[in-house]
């Protein structure tokens, strides 16, 4: 009997391993989009999977895995200072442009990339934030219209297809920022960087035959330093955190609120 008990133990442990595992790369997602940082984000993700592996029953509560990995990342606060002061060294995009690019508290930020970038309902959000959800809603609401108030920047949009380039620019365009191109190859990519000298980087990861975004904005980053949102149909692979990946990712498709907020986001976290 006592064997039995010890094997169910084990075997609901086991499960909630590998329920843990499964949300692992969307709580990177998230993480480095908060702090703007994969080393940070990882590291902070890096300590809610150690806990949540050596007490499974902090997870086993909840009524959803993600929502109790999610809930638990966020008991254990951040072990890097505040989150809103971004990477450390070098001058802030915020300084560069000479005025504030938002006003968004943490946790209207927080309840923002919850909702849009990982598809939290605001309930859920206000649960993991361990807020209430009246709190939550009026949160997201003031993250909306800070989001209008971005101040305008210079983007540079990395993508071959024709169709999802003009979205993805007209998205861009709606929220109050320049498009100055759009390339459709690693050459042009890094032929309009050094023409016009962006604050912001959309790219796609996958180009035109053996093109990559990836390598084109590698290519760009030695000559300038400079925020990049990676878009792709598959985030999982971006979000091992086992090599060097990008701080923001999002999901293809995506609505046009998640493009503002990564973009807001990203130019609000990462010095350059």
Request: hydrophobic residues 45%; glycine residues 6%.
């Amino acid at each position: 009997m006592r064997e039995r008990s010890v094997a169910d133990g084990q075997a609901a442990s086991k499960k909630v391993s590998e329920a843990i595992s499964r949300t692992l790369p969307f709580l990177r997602r998230y993480a480095r989009a908060v702090t703007g940082s994969q080393q940070q984000g990882d590291e902070w993700v890096r300590l809610c999977a150690e806990v949540a592996v050596r007490q499974p029953e902090l997870i086993a509560e909840a009524e959803d895995t993600k929502l109790g990995v999610f809930a638990l990342f966020h008991r254990l606060r951040q072990p890097f200072g505040d989150i809103e002061a971004g990477a450390s060294g070098g001058e802030s995009v915020r300084g560069r442009l000479k005025e504030s690019l938002t006003d968004m508290a943490p946790m209207q930020r927080q309840v923002l990339l919850l909702t849009v970038l990982e598809g939290f309902t605001v309930a859920d959000a206000a649960h993991i934030l361990g807020v209430d959800i009246d709190a939550a809603e009026r949160g997201l609401e003031e993250a909306r219209k800070e989001l209008q108030r971005v101040a305008s920047v210079r983007v540079l949009v990395i993508e071959d297809e024709a169709v999802i380039a003009l979205d993805v620019a007209d998205i861009v365009r709606n929220a109050g920022h320049e498009v100055v191109g759009i390339a459709a190859t690693e050459k042009a990519a890094i032929d309009l960087a050094k023409k016009h000298s962006p604050h912001l980087v959309l790219a796609d990861i996958q180009l035109r035959g053996a093109d990559s975004g990836i390598s084109a904005v590698n290519q760009i980053m030695k000559s300038m330093s400079v925020p990049v949102i990676f878009v792709t149909g598959f985030p999982e692979r971006l979000l091992t955190g086992k090599q060097v990946e990008p701080a923001f990712v999002i999901s293809k498709p995506f609505d046009p609120d998640l493009l503002r907020a990564a973009i807001a986001q990203a130019l609000d976290t990462v010095s350059i």
